[in-house]
């Protein structure tokens, strides 16, 4: 009887013991503060005006939550000028600033970002100070992580290269060439444009990268072409979508369109109009990306 009682009595002063220790968090709990952590994924593209482009959109977005099937996703275009283009046909897509606000709002307390960019620029380094003005702010986040765009490493431009090179169409034959289409910036990481030239060198002697804004510029890539001795030329934009760039400047029936320019120089010209993000092993390096930036949730 005297043993029995013994167990009882450790048994309401563990008791005692485990109810002082919960009550702080149960009254913090009363106070609206967030019982458990919310993780979700916030991803970034620059947006596109064109209906076209949705195919990458969907292409990204199945392959991140196949990844990812627990978390929420949400979508944010970081481009105004997209977003506006689109509101007025009557879609609104959030501003990555807003999205993060509405994901603050509803509870979320670790968010992933992920860059659906390219390169390292503008649009990028927009995001992380975004992310960083909304980490730990009150009754907000706690921890914000932003994944790297395509190309940010050594690593990725290797892998880049190798990703979009096997997905050049098959009829194209080693002599002819293949011109790809970057965006260009007055940033510094359009860098990356004339280092991916070196990438794509090592493993296709005739696949020339030019851009629209930056350099290299089409005239450079003319003087590449001449050298190459190439008679027929594929042309493929180097972006995650085959928008407006793709096909207009690339494409369009316009005079100085690159398809235009180079039909003139007397190349034939075949347009492959299918951005980046519509091949799975360069979706892949994306969500190799977002998988980083996830895990750093936690450390
Ligand atoms: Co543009």
């Known amino acids: 009887m005297q043993y029995r009682f013994g167990v009882t009595q450790k048994a309401i002063s563990a008791f005692v013991l485990l109810f002082i220790l919960i009550l702080p968090s149960i009254v913090l709990a009363g106070h609206g503060e967030p019982a458990a952590a919310k993780k979700g994924i916030l991803l970034v593209a620059f947006g596109s ?6 195919v990458s959109f969907d292409n990204l977005d199945a392959a991140v939550k196949k990844t990812f099937p627990d978390v929420p996703v949400r979508w944010s275009f970081s481009s105004a000028i997209i977003r506006n283009v689109l509101a007025e046909k009557g879609r609104n897509v959030d501003s990555p600033a807003t999205a993060l606000s509405k994901m603050m709002d509803d509870g979320f307390t670790h968010v992933a970002v992920q860059s659906l960019h390219t390169i390292p620029g503008e ?3 927009g995001i992380l100070d975004t992310a960083k003005r909304f980490e730990g702010m009150p009754k907000g986040m706690s921890k914000i ?3 790297n765009p395509l190309l940010y490493s050594d690593a990725d431009m290797v892998r880049t290269a190798k990703a979009i090179a096997a997905n050049i169409p098959k009829d194209r034959k080693a002599k ?5 289409m970057g965006h260009g910036t007055h940033h510094g990481a359009n860098i990356y444009y004339p280092a991916s030239q070196y990438y794509f060198s090592n493993i296709d002697p005739k696949i020339f990268v030019g851009t629209v804004e930056g350099s290299p510029t089409l005239d450079d890539v003319k003087k590449k072409l001449a050298k190459s001795k190439a008679k027929k030329v594929y042309l493929m934009p180097y972006m995650s979508v085959a ?5 207009n400047d690339m494409a369009g029936d316009e005079a100085d369109s690159w398809v235009s320019e180079l039909t003139k120089a007397g190349y034939k010209c075949v347009p492959v109009l299918k951005g980046s993000a519509e091949f799975p092993q360069v ?3 994306w969500v190799d990306h977002l998988k980083v930036a996830f895990k750093h949730l936690d450390s």
């Open 49 to 54: 005006s064109m209906d076209e482009a949705q």
């Open 123 to 125: 649009e990028y380094f």
């Open 145 to 147: 992580t932003v994944g």
């Open 176 to 180: 002819d060439a293949v011109v790809l």
């Open 243 to 247: 928008g407006d760039h793709a096909r």
């Open 283 to 285: 979706v892949d390096i």
